[in-house]
């Protein structure tokens, strides 16, 4: 649960006795894991090669970018909001980030910050009206949504960004210790924002805000600075994702981020954050990333037509949800 | 009494090792009015909920004249002819209010809902009740005293013979109240039966017939209304005799420096030229009816809303006219809000969280929160405020109301408020745990210097517990007499004068 993530670790060891099982049980995160390593044992028993090295670094990679996108969308959930606008976002920032690179000549090192900082600003956009006019998020960051990808059109009419070079390159493809540098990115990113919800007062904050934003305001939380900031953030990761594919594929598509708002929207649900607010956790999001990816690379291995891979997808969200129903009933 | 129309015998309803009731065996005449008097979880809700077939009893039988029943939804309790209003307002509040009375229950030619004949219908159940509501408006434009008296008509829409009202005068002004009052006269008159709960003792000797008293889930007495006293029923709610407040009024206050000064504070439309001054070690009650703009007056003073005119002075210092709740928080200035549920409590969170919430920066490490630090300071404050807790990590929702008032008054400690605007704090607290929270404010203010505006709508309660009040009606301030010297009767005279 939630609530027992600052406190508990250092009260009630008689609770502990209680029987890990049981509290394992009651973490909200804890039927993703189940199923994830369920699903990991049947697709390594039934297929050959979904264990090998090459297999797991493609799906790691894969979980990776959209895990990066759902990171910020699980924060923006929190506070009781939704960013429909992630995939398109990363889409834009992708092709900015690229332009910076090929039409500016941004060192490459210097492309991924200043993408991340464009990233941002989209963001508080979204921020801006939602937090600042309290206006529906739904409703504003569908229409930004549709600018962002418009934008990503106008700016490329269709056509692909590249190439983007070697030096580039390196932020996709390239690998420390043998794993995929998104990879790490992504792991590094989970656990920067696990600190920040658990840890800081910020991150505490947006608990507040979005279990009860009445009394968030009333006991001085600047509520509409964290609504703000959090938007922020949810633009910030669609670009890092966004421009990490740019240098994966060596070029700028104007296709990136298509699919990764669902992709996000999803992984967030299965990891148990509540789309109300005030409840969920960033593993959970990241296991919710993992189980998506292991279900498609597990559809294809095992040649299911990739037709049907959404028709399971939806009917694992639609069994997590009854999971975590079952589990509330207790 | 008459033979019982409606009978409930040895109820009882568990949840897991939690007896809510224990063999509950309770019965009701026609044309009688029949109180049921409790703390909070003394299980009045869950037998109103089963007798309206919200909840199944674990055992036990209901029987309607006679016959045994059993209620699977509230459809089949409605059919018996009993019906609720909820405490909660419980309306659809985009719909009108005519619709709302005859929600479910439309007129129709056929298929399609005849309107003309449903707002009739509508009509007659509210004209009953109140003729100054129009049928016509949208329900959430209704202010709340009407939002309850319009869910008490739908109630008797549904035909009903006994009708439950949960708490219905906790939003209603005096008016209101006896036009309420003389709405279940009638009813009584009529034959029918009602099952009136309700935590103000006075209007249960006023109005009932015969009163019930549940504690823990048991029945454990009935008193005569024409014989008992409030003194009476208290005691057997609590099960012991209750130490009542009666704390000794402050003297020399006057002499006391000014802590807030509240000088021609204007809102247009909500308040006009409210002046008080509130000493260091004062509590200020302030009293009046709802709609008489005190919560208003308070929200503006914690800069929620800004003021047309007047100013707010705090230790001396004149506070800027555009004050967030923030700059007032810093000051030591904070505001407890009335509806807990809503604007209070951080519902998803743990107890020590919510008390620590506005407290965070203390206890920021350079890299993690200092947790250990954080409980100790939380294990100081429910030992200082005496909560009732297992453990500080459980959620705020496993607290008793009165507990969790605690924990936010705890919250403000922590953050060294030095005066507090607190907007009904022990509505919606039983008794007992209500005498502890006057009796720890006081001696708050007593000890440590602490000052208190206390707003309630409980006359008693504020005589109690202030030591001058604000009296006001319709945003005016008419008078602030010291407790000491002041009654009900004066402190109502002085508001209507």
Same mark, same amino acid.
Request: glycine residues 12%; proline residues 3%.
């Given at each position: ?49 979904f ?23 699980? #924060? ?22 690229s ?13 991924i ?7 941002l600003c ?7 009206? *939602? ?20 934008l990503?059109? *106008? ?14 390159g390196v ?44 009394a ?83 559809t ?31 | ?16 090792v939690?007896h ?43 029987? !309607? ?31 009108? *209010? ?55 008509? !739908? ?30 006269? !009638? ?22 017939? $015969? ?29 012991? *005799? ?20 509240? +000088? ?7 308040f ?21 703009? $005190?919560?208003e ?8 809303t ?26 030591? #200035? ?34 993690r ?5 954080? #409980? ?31 924990v ?6 922590? =953050?060294?408020? !030095? ?21 720890e404010?006081? =001696? ?19 005589? +109690? ?19 000491a ?13």
């Open positions: 649960m939630t609530h027992d993530i600052t406190v508990s670790s250092a009260h009630a060891p008689a609770k502990k006795r209680a029987g890990l099982l049981a509290r394992f049980w009651q973490w909200e995160a804890s039927g993703i894991l189940v199923a994830l390593i369920a699903l990991m044992v049947v697709l390594s028993l039934a297929t050959d090669n264990l090998s090295t090459y297999n797991m670094s493609v799906v790691a990679r894969q979980a990776a970018f959209v895990g990066l996108v759902a990171l910020g969308q699980t #924060l923006v959930l929190l506070v009781g909001g939704i960013d429909l606008s992630v995939g398109a976002a990363a889409g834009l920032s992708a092709i900015v980030g332009l910076l690179l090929t039409m500016f000549g941004v060192h490459p090192y210097a492309v910050p200043l993408t991340m900082g464009f990233g989209l963001g508080f956009i979204n921020g801006f009206f *939602v937090a600042g006019l309290r206006l529906n998020p739904f409703i504003v960051t569908l229409a930004t949504w549709e600018i962002f990808a418009g990503t059109m *106008v700016i490329t009419k269709g056509y692909p960004i590249r190439p983007l070079g070697e030096t580039f932020f996709g493809k390239g690998e420390i210790l043998s794993v995929p540098i998104p990879v790490l990115v992504f792991l590094v990113s989970g656990a920067v924002l696990i600190w920040l919800l658990t840890q800081t007062r910020f991150g505490r904050n947006i608990f507040a805000v979005g279990g009860n934003r009445d968030a305001v009333l006991v001085g939380i600047r509520v509409k600075f964290v609504e703000f900031l959090v938007f922020g953030l949810a633009g910030m990761f669609a670009a890092l994702a966004g421009i990490l594919f740019a240098s994966r594929m060596d070029a700028g598509q104007p296709s990136v981020g298509e699919g990764w708002l669902m992709g996000a929207i999803t992984a967030a649900i299965l990891g148990g954050t509540s789309l109300r607010g005030g409840q969920g956790s960033i593993v959970g999001t990241m296991l919710g990333a993992m189980l998506l990816t292991v279900l498609a690379n597990g294809v291995l095992l040649n299911v037509s990739g037709f049907w891979q959404r028709v399971i997808v939806g009917g694992v969200v639609l069994i997590a949800v009854l999971v975590d129903l079952f589990r509330r009933r207790g | 009494m008459t033979h019982p129309i409606f009978e409930a015998r040895d109820i009882t309803k568990s949840y897991g939690v809510a009731l224990k063999g509950v065996s309770i019965g009701i005449g026609a044309g009688e009015i029949h109180a049921i008097i409790g703390e909070n979880g003394a299980g009045k809700s869950t037998l109103m909920s089963i007798f309206c077939g919200k909840i199944r009893p674990s055992s036990g039988t209901l029987h !309607r004249d006679g016959e045994q029943v059993a209620f699977a939804r509230p459809l089949d309790a409605q059919r018996a002819g009993i019906s609720i209003a909820p405490q909660e307002i419980n309306l659809v509040p985009d719909l009108t *209010v005519a619709e709302n009375i005859m929600l479910g229950a439309h007129e129709t030619t056929g298929p399609a809902i005849d309107w003309r004949k449903t707002r009739r219908k509508a009509l007659r159940h509210l004209l009953e009740i109140d003729e100054s509501i129009d049928p016509a408006s949208k329900v959430h434009r209704l202010s709340k005293a009407q939002q309850q008296l319009v869910q008490i008509a !739908r109630a008797a829409a549904t035909l009903a013979r006994i009708l439950i009202l949960d708490e219905p005068t906790a939003a209603l002004t005096s008016r209101e109240t006896e036009k309420l009052f003389s709405y279940v006269r !009638r009813f009584r008159a009529e034959g029918g039966s009602v099952f009136y709960i309700s935590h103000r003792l006075g209007e249960i000797l006023e109005l009932a017939d $015969r009163i019930t008293v549940l504690r823990d889930g048991a029945h454990v007495g009935e008193l005569d209304p024409k014989t008992t006293t409030k003194d009476e029923m208290v005691r057997q709610m609590a099960g012991r *005799v209750v130490g009542r407040g009666n704390p000794a009024p402050h003297v020399g206050l006057e002499a006391r420096e000014v802590v807030l000064k509240v +000088d021609g504070l204007t809102r247009h439309g909500e006009d030229d409210v002046s008080f001054e509130l000493h260091r070690g004062e509590i200020l009650g302030v009293s009046g009816l709802i709609g008489a703009g $005190r919560t007056v308070a929200k503006c003073i914690f800069g929620l800004q003021a047309d005119g007047g100013t707010v002075e705090l230790f001396g210092e004149r506070l800027d006219a555009r004050r967030s709740p923030l700059d007032c928080i810093a000051k030591g #200035l904070v505001y407890l809000p009335e509806e807990r549920k809503q604007e209070g409590i951080f519902p998803l969170l743990s107890i020590a969280e919510n008390m620590t919430m506005p407290s965070l920066d203390r206890f920021g490490g350079l890299l929160m200092r947790t250990a630090d954080m #409980l100790r300071e939380v294990d100081g404050f429910v030992e200082r405020l005496r909560i009732k807790l297992g453990s500080p990590a459980d959620p705020i929702t496993s607290l008793s109301g009165g507990n969790q008032q605690k936010i008054i705890g919250r403000w400690l922590m =953050r060294n408020a !030095r005066v507090l605007i607190m907007d009904e704090p022990t509505r919606g607290i039983d008794v007992a745990a209500k005498f502890e929270i006057q009796n404010l006081r =001696r708050f203010t007593d000890r440590e210097g602490l000052s208190i505006v206390f707003i309630s709508s409980e006359l008693e309660e504020v005589l +109690d517990v202030s030591d001058r009040i604000v009296v006001m009606h319709e945003g005016k301030v008419k008078g602030i007499p010291a407790a010297a002041a009654t009900q009767e004066s402190l109502l005279q002085l508001a209507m004068s």
